[in-house]
């Protein structure tokens, strides 16, 4: 009697007839495989960290070198306040602008709106800006004159660097260390040669270069690609980070080898 | 066909080879990128996707007990700047370039690897003592070309796990 109700139970609920049963059976496996596997690379691998957006393809050069300096001039009215209105920055921690190679600071904006580079100023006003503004600002900062400062807004050339630290730091931006693998500054920073998207560092404020150091060696900037900077920020010791900020602060990077 | 038509023809094959052989340095990085084919990797974008990104790149525990190393040459510094392997266990080197053609050498072993851009270069290293090892470019490479070296240091096996936890087996900091 049960045998036979049970019996016709099934036969008449489409739910319980083999095919379907095999069918829900593997749509649940191929499910739960999904899942695991989605699970497991999850678990598995973290997100890949990326330094920055940027890669120097000859498409994102033409980009970044493309922009209208006149555009650029009336967009950058708004940078004056802390940049000065020539390029020179008045506050220490500031950088100076005038002449700054377009691709470097191309870059450093597109970090700043991508929150690749943190900046509580910078972030924000970046974020206003489109790429074609980007571009524009760019090309006009690159216009300005390294030389002249009719203002006097500047605070550069700043004071001589100590004694001891001169040297150590015109043989650091010379020749590097090879003991421990410390490359010569002016091999990227000119003016012995340049990479893309690497800044001239000649007329650069003390007190910026010095901050940017120790944020290259505490790892809280880390948008430079293939983390050269945070590999030699951190191999510097912190008199050496000291003496390379004054040597570029004072405009020696201007006349290498004028230090000795 | 006589003996001297086979002369001329040998002759003439012997030139054409010694030419190619004379410009190696001219045609190594397109013959050697035409050699490992499948290895090809973007060069100015490496740090953007694939397997040479930032958190991927140093020693990586495999389960047979091997470590893969990955690394990038890019001027003037080879990235991690310090490696840490354990000592015994087969280190499969994994190193491409971000811009020029580089060779990584560890002194004091007969180990070099030239690393090419765009390419992969693969190899196996054993170090059977714990010790430490300079590392060198060996080709010439640029203004900081004699600069760049870095370091490869060997750890007893046991010591390898625990030292292994921060920042995939680099030892930068310490």
Redo the contacts between chains.
């Keep these: 009697m049960l045998r036979n109700k049970l019996f016709q139970r099934t036969e008449k609920s489409s739910w319980l007839r083999p095919t379907t049963l095999a069918l829900t059976f593997l749509v649940g496996v191929a499910l739960a495989g999904v899942a695991a596997t989605s699970l497991l690379e999850a678990g598995d691998s973290p997100p890949d960290r990326v330094p920055s957006n940027v890669a120097w393809t000859p498409e994102t050069i033409a980009a970044a070198s493309a922009g209208d300096a006149f555009r650029g001039m009336l967009l950058a009215r708004r940078c004056d306040h802390c940049h000065g209105a020539e390029g020179f920055s008045s506050v220490g921690y500031t950088p100076n602008l005038a002449g700054m190679d377009k691709l470097a600071l191309w870059k450093q904006l597109e970090d700043f709106r991508a929150r690749k580079r943190l900046s509580r100023t910078m972030g924000p006003i970046a974020e206003s800006l489109s790429s074609r503004d980007v571009a524009d600002v760019v090309a006009y900062y690159a216009k300005l004159p390294v030389f002249q400062d009719s203002q006097d807004n500047r605070i550069f050339p700043q004071n001589p660097p100590e004694a001891n630290h001169a040297g150590v730091a015109s043989h650091l931006v010379s020749f590097g260390d090879g003991e421990r693998g410390i490359p010569p500054c002016q091999a990227c920073h000119g003016p012995v040669a340049y990479r893309p998207g690497v800044p001239s560092l000649a007329t650069q404020n003390a007190d910026y270069v010095l901050n940017q150091l120790e944020s290259f060696a505490n790892r809280s900037r880390t948008n430079d690609i293939n983390e050269p900077m945070r590999t030699i920020a951190a191999l510097l010791s912190e008199d050496e980070r000291h003496a390379l900020a004054e040597y570029y602060g004072s405009g020696l990077g201007l006349q290498p080898g004028s230090a000795k | 066909m006589n003996w001297r038509k086979l002369r001329t023809l040998l002759l003439t094959v012997l030139i054409l080879c010694l030419i190619p052989a004379t410009r190696y340095y001219q045609i190594d990085v397109p013959l050697l990128r035409l050699l490992r084919g499948s290895h090809h990797v973007?060069p100015?974008?490496?740090?953007?996707?694939g397997e040479f990104?930032?958190?991927?790149l140093g020693t990586e525990q495999n389960p047979d007990g091997s470590v893969t190393v990955r690394m990038?040459a890019?001027?003037?510094?080879?990235?991690?700047?310090c490696i840490l392997v354990p000592a015994g266990a087969p280190v499969h080197l994994r190193i491409t370039s971000?811009?020029a053609v580089h060779s990584l050498t560890f002194n004091g072993t007969d180990y070099a690897v030239k690393v090419l851009p765009g390419t992969i270069s693969e190899t196996q290293l054993d170090f059977l003592t714990p010790g430490e090892y300079k590392t060198a470019c060996r080709e010439f490479c640029?203004?900081?070309h004699?600069?760049?070296?870095?370091?490869l240091k060997v750890v007893p096996r046991e010591q390898f796990p625990a030292l292994h936890q921060e920042e995939r087996g680099s030892c930068?900091?310490q």
């Excluded at chain 2, 890019?74 to 700047?81: C, G, K, R, S």
Aim: charged residues 15%; hydrophobic residues 40%; negative net charge.
């Design positions: 973007d100015l974008s490496l740090h953007l996707t990104v930032e958190n991927n990038i890019q001027q003037y510094l080879f990235i991690p700047h971000a811009d640029g203004a900081g004699y600069a760049m070296r870095s370091e930068v900091a």
